[in-house]
């Protein structure tokens, strides 16, 4: 038994902490703002409310708001173009997963020089150390999926190559997390279960990961337990506060995993497909192949115990064999709507599959290392053949 345990990030969970921000003491005198090239960061006033307490802080403050819901590596430069010839000292990711990660990328660049894939491990990305610190991030999350607030890791596409690969290292932790459940109030339905999906995976990769360890096992279990018994809740009801603040909790922790252990090829999948078609939301990516992909391993026999210790945190008390937690996935994703999604409706054609195994591995093959029995191309072309409709 071992593990190593770092997470230096303080956090503010609840309802209504955006109101008391301003009593934080900044980690500079002037912030760069990332905010998506959406409209409902600014039409539910949240940014207005942050600008709010910047102010009340005396802190000065500069608005970028090109962030993509799959960011590239043009917004990240131009970010952090942006950050240096503004003087920010500090950067702040108003958002969801996307702005939190862009945030942590744009931190290094700004403090740094060349281009960002020189920093990054995998595919065509150099792998040089970071010689500078990057700028400290604040993130402040408004959707429930990534975990990004209390995790070191960023996941940026290189466009022109169609790679998506995660990077992160311990500077890139941010300085504080901000969850305050109210800000999730008008996520809609169906972004709402794709981003608690994203939650649930996480967890569950985290948990069959031969990372696993005692601490990750810990929040893992609880993630799970929260996201099934609440995601429902929270995708038919919205304004469901009880909902919403568990499924946050969940995302918190599930970042929190993400901090103690690495996760599985799952995830290398997913990006793989969202590379080539930034359309596909990572959640809803995810929920695709997550039927074939848990069943894989169901039949491998690689980790039962683990599978049925999961599906009695979903909700299924007497499950005695692996499948109960692959029948309960189905049964989340049916009580969320979402059990009918589709590949063909994100321009994903059947003839490419094996394209996509191929870029999995080649550019976040370290993940596979992380799964409980091998994984081959042919099998992933098998587990996308299996998902794919």
Known sequence: MFFNYFIPTRIMFGKGQLNHLH????????????????KSTRENGYLDRLIGELKLAGVDYVVYDKIQPNPTKASIMDGAVVARESDCDFVIGLGGGSVMDASKS??????NDGDYWDYVFGGSGKGKPVQNAPLPVVAISTTAGTGSETDPWTVITKEETNE???????????????????????????LTAYQGFDALFHATEAYISK??????????????????????????????????ANVALANTLSGMVLSSCFITSEHSLEHALSAFHPDLPHGAGLIMLSRAYYTHFVKAGACDERMIAMARAMGK?????????????VELQQACGVASLRMSDYGIRRDELRKYAINARETMGDLFAMDPAPLSEDDCVAILESAYQ
Request: proline letters at 9%; glycine letters at 6%; charged letters at 25%.
């Open 211 to 244: 990372s696993a360890n005692p601490m990750s096992d810990l929040y893992a279990l609880k993630a799970i337990e929260l996201v099934s018994g609440y995601l429902p809740r929270a995708v038919k009801d919205g304004k469901d506060e009880e909902a919403r």
């Open 317 to 329: 008390k007497d499950a005695d064999k692996p499948m109960d937690f692959v029948d309960a996935l």
């Open 164 to 190: 998506k690969i995660g990077f992160g290292y311990d500077r890139t932790f941010p300085v504080l997390a901000l969850v305050d459940p109210d800000l999730m109030l008008s996520v809609p339905p169906m």
């Open 106 to 111: 744009i931190a290094i660049m700004a403090t």
């Open 23 to 38: 009593e934080c003491v900044p980690p500079g005198d002037k912030a760069l703002v990332v905010i998506s090239t959406g």
